[in-house]
């Protein structure tokens, strides 16, 4: 894996190392060193639509990292371990998911309550008929009137602008609603870690800081 490169307020990037120090604390987590400017992003596009979208909501409080592009071939451990995190559980994914039953409000706006951004940790689980239920409560919609399933990797492109791995909360493309398991709501240490719009982009956040700045919903679908 590359050297690491060094981080400080002078705009440099941050390569997750193989020695990586954990946050075991909320405290350890605001105190490590923040970039200020992403300059090796991959693509203009995610650096002004992730890193401006964190910053605007959330300065000096976002962590990002760069990792191997043979991550995903890792087991979570290693991941966990590369980026500092005090527990395999801090690894969390962005999933789209679509409601096929779904039919336009004409008094709604366009696509409104169609797509959902669900927030699941990597050794969690989407229990659907319990995500159904909460989407339900909140919409208004009949059981008949919704069927939750991931949306194709089109168009979840289409709606955030990041491909499968980099799909991210942070800077979506579209306004989707966004939903949070109860289990990332109650993680020790409050952090988690989403993919930042790129494969080899990971971004870390304060857990309740993030579902305050970006409205999110916490619910128990697992």
């Keep these: 894996m590359p050297e690491p490169t060094t981080v ?10 193989a020695h990586t120090e954990p946050a075991l604390t909320l405290e350890d987590f605001l105190a490590k060193p923040k970039t200020d400017v992403i300059s090796d992003m991959p693509d203009s596009t995610l650096q002004a639509s992730v890193y401006k979208d964190a910053h605007s909501r959330l300065p000096s409080q976002c962590q990002f990292l760069h990792v191997s592009s043979d ?14 995190c005090a ?12 409601n ?10 366009k696509d409104a309550n169609r797509y959902w951004c669900v927030i699941v ?4 689980s989407v229990n659907v008929p319990k995500l159904e239920k909460a989407v339900r409560e909140r919409t208004g919609d009949s059981r008949k009137g919704m069927h939750l399933r991931i949306a194709p990797a089109e168009k979840s492109h289409e ?18 609603p966004i939903l949070v398991s109860t289990a990332i709501a109650e993680l020790s240490p409050p952090v988690l870690y989403l993919g930042a719009g790129h494969v080899d982009w990971k971004i870390a956040l ?7 700045k970006w409205n999110a919903n916490v619910i128990d679908f697992s």
Aim: net charge negative; charged share 20%.
């Design 8 to 17: 400080g307020t002078s705009g440099t990037q941050l390569m997750a190392d």
């Design 71 to 84: 991550y995903y071939d890792w087991p979570y451990v290693q991941r966990a371990r590369v980026m500092g």
């Design 87 to 98: 527990s395999t559980f801090q690894l969390c994914k962005s999933l789209i998911f679509e």
């Design 100 to 109: 096929t039953r779904w039919k336009q409000d004409e008094t709604k706006a």
């Design 121 to 124: 940790q990597y050794e969690g």
């Design 159 to 176: 709606l955030t602008g990041f491909t499968t791995n980099g799909v991210s909360p942070v800077g979506m493309k579209t306004d989707l």
């Design 206 to 212: 304060p857990v309740q800081e993030f579902i305050e």
